[in-house]
């Protein structure tokens, strides 16, 4: 069994969605086929629950209505036959009625995740209308039926395991499924998401619960590159990672991956592949249990960071002291990223403000408390890293204009990490660009 996921530009457009066809029925191998929503979509799903949020009923009924032109017209060049159209038409209608009846009832958390399902759930249902046009045998698996995450958000490998099976066994004689990335089911037995970027997260959990040969990331590249395609110049696709290696560069903002895809498919030691759907023949990345070379291999970077300093003459010293300091972020939920300490002062940082207000009046006893805000991480990642010659003068010798305010090595072998304003990250990511590929 070989798992497949195709994120929002490769099915997009209608003929992007034809060629997905035609990569999925190149072999005979069983498939659990995970699909995105059409590029766009889930923003627009956003902008559709914080305008109702925020009581302007306007402004989203607004966003429907767009939303609905553009499907109405993917669908006309998606399929040939009048049968296949009115199907995908009906099952445009059926959604699009959904989101214009929440228009009228009151808006509440659970009610958003039902919105933000609406892309998954059309994109899937098309491309099996499509598939049906073009006489491929298989079968639509709802994802609600087998994703679950548990009472701290998190999806449960032993659970999906056990539902997938059945979800599968009904279905004796196919070999190709086609199901929703993103949405789950919570606690609650509420529709709910694995966050943006989730798909990929859906598809590394099923290959893990399946034990799938490979598990195929397909996007728009062709594969994990050295250092941000969108924000510096020349950058080159890696051939080969270990899981640590991929799983440091997705935690640490390589936005190929979502932040935690790679532990399931670890767990279960399927290997990942990142391909490109435009051009199917490239290498693209595999992620792999077996080490891979030893060196630099790249550089991402997460925005969106908030420095807390802690200084506190009197208690660092004291044990306990960051134990206590830790304690203040675990009750708020809000995990930490990285720590420097001194002996008088601790650093840390976090990505999640919600509770930035809560914790720092928590911290407040046990000293100065000072946060930064707007600040990006920025990290080098290889493996054995920390061994490999020079590298630290490297890093530090192209920065030399770039104000770093913390530094964080040796917690990983296989990474380096710096923290920067983020009205520096440009900067910083084409100097390390230089510096340690060579590339400008
Ligand atoms: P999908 O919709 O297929 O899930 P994403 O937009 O989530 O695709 O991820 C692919 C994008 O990730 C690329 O188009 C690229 O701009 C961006 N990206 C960021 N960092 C990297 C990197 N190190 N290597 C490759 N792509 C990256
Ligand atoms: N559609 C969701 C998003 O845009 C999930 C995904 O594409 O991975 O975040
Ligand atoms: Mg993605």
Not at 399 to 422: C, R, W
Request: glycine share 6%.
């Amino acid at each position: 069994m070989k798992i497949m996921k195709f994120g929002g530009t490769s099915v997009g457009k209608p003929e992007r969605m034809h060629s997905v066809a035609q990569l999925i029925t190149k072999d005979q191998e069983p498939k659990i086929v995970v699909l995105s929503a059409l590029s766009g979509t889930t923003n627009t799903l956003v902008a559709i629950g914080d305008a109702l949020a925020a009581g302007n009923r306007d402004a989203a009924k607004q966003h429907i209505d767009t939303l609905e032109a553009h499907y109405q017209e993917f669908i006309k060049q998606l399929v040939t036959t009048d049968a296949a159209y009115q199907k995908a038409r009906k099952i445009v209608a059926e959604h699009f009625e959904f989101l214009t009846i929440i228009l009228k009832i009151s808006f509440s958390d659970a009610l958003s995740k039902d919105i933000l399902a609406q892309g998954e759930l059309l994109s899937t249902k098309l491309f099996c209308v499509y598939l049906e046009e073009k006489g491929v045998s298989h079968a639509y698996l709802s994802a609600l039926d087998f994703m679950s995450i548990d009472a701290n958000d998190e999806p449960q490998l032993s659970v999906i395991k056990t539902k997938l099976a059945q979800t599968l066994a009904q279905h004796a004689g196919i070999n190709l499924f086609v199901t929703q990335g993103y949405i789950c089911k919570n606690v609650r037995g509420e529709v709910d998401n694995l966050k943006r970027g989730g798909s990929d997260y859906t598809a590394s959990l099923v290959a893990a619960a399946v034990n799938a040969s490979v598990c195929e990331i397909w996007t728009d590249i062709d594969g994990m590159h050295n250092n941000d395609p969108r924000v510096v110049k020349k950058t080159m696709p890696i051939e080969v990672l270990s899981f640590e290696e991929a799983a440091e560069l997705a935690y640490f903002g390589a936005k190929i991956l979502h932040p935690t895809c790679i532990w399931p498919a670890q767990q279960e030691n399927v290997p990942v592949k990142l391909l490109n759907t435009m051009q199917p023949d490239a290498a693209g990345t595999t992620i792999r249990k077996e080490a891979s070379s030893v060196g630099v291999k790249a550089i991402a970077a997460k925005d969106g960071i908030y420095a807390i300093n802690i200084k506190s003459s009197r208690m660092l010293l004291a044990y306990g002291f960051l134990r206590k300091v830790f304690e203040v972020f675990e009750k708020y939920k809000t995990s930490i990223d990285m720590v420097t300490t001194s002996e008088v002062a601790v650093s840390v940082t976090i990505d999640n403000g919600q509770f930035l207000q809560q914790i720092v009046k928590e911290l407040e006893p046990f000293g100065t408390i000072t946060v930064e805000e707007n600040q990006t991480l920025v990290s080098v990642v290889g493996n054995e890293i920390a061994q490999t010659q020079n590298i630290l003068s490297k890093l530090f010798d192209s920065l030399k204009e770039v104000p770093v305010s913390m530094v964080s090595y040796g917690g990983s072998k296989h990474n380096v990490t710096i923290l920067v304003p983020s009205a520096n990250k440009t900067q910083t990511l084409q100097l390390l660009n230089k510096g340690l590929f060579g590339l400008e």
